[in-house]
């Protein structure tokens, strides 16, 4: 059978490039990051990039499983999930614990909680887990 690696595998490994990038760079004290709407735990990556960072109220935050949307092309009635090699697998999801982690309030065993449990937070929740740091005007 043929299969197909979710978006959100692309998504999530290019989120990371991305966070690298971001906090490499010497223009990261001029950037103001600002999250609006729904953010996604790869788009979260990359706003955790950024020191200074603003919320507006109605946004929200979902913590959900990188890999929990992929799916058998061959035959889509197979609910068994293509997941990477455990190794790579453990490390991508490593590496997304521990920025969240060191840019945050919230500890790994939260964290991996709230992504089980396909949480969704709101802008107070997330200034107050220190994921944001104000409410935009």
């Known amino acids: ?6 978006l959100g ?4 490994g290019a989120a ?12 990261k004290k001029y950037m103001v990051f600002r999250a609006t709407g729904i953010m996604s735990i790869t788009a979260l ?14 946004t929200l935050i979902q913590f959900t499983d990188l890999f929990a949307t992929e799916e ?6 197979d609910p068994t999930p293509l997941r990477l ?20 309030k919230l500890k790994a065993p939260e964290i991996l909680e709230m992504v089980k449990n396909n949480t969704v937070i709101n802008a107070e929740q997330a200034i ?10």
């Open 1 to 6: 059978k043929r299969r197909r690696r979710s």
């Open 45 to 58: 990556t990359v706003y955790l990039a950024g020191d200074r960072r603003e919320i507006t109220p109605n």
């Open 85 to 104: 090699p455990e190794e790579f697998d453990g490390k991508i999801i490593a590496r997304y614990v521990e920025l969240i982690v060191n840019r945050t």
């Open 16 to 27: 990371l490039a991305f966070f690298d990038e971001i906090d490499a760079s010497p223009y």
């Open 9 to 12: 595998f692309a998504a999530g």
């Open 128 to 137: 107050e887990y220190g994921i944001a740091q104000k409410l935009a005007k």
């Open 72 to 77: 058998n092309v061959a035959d889509p009635t």
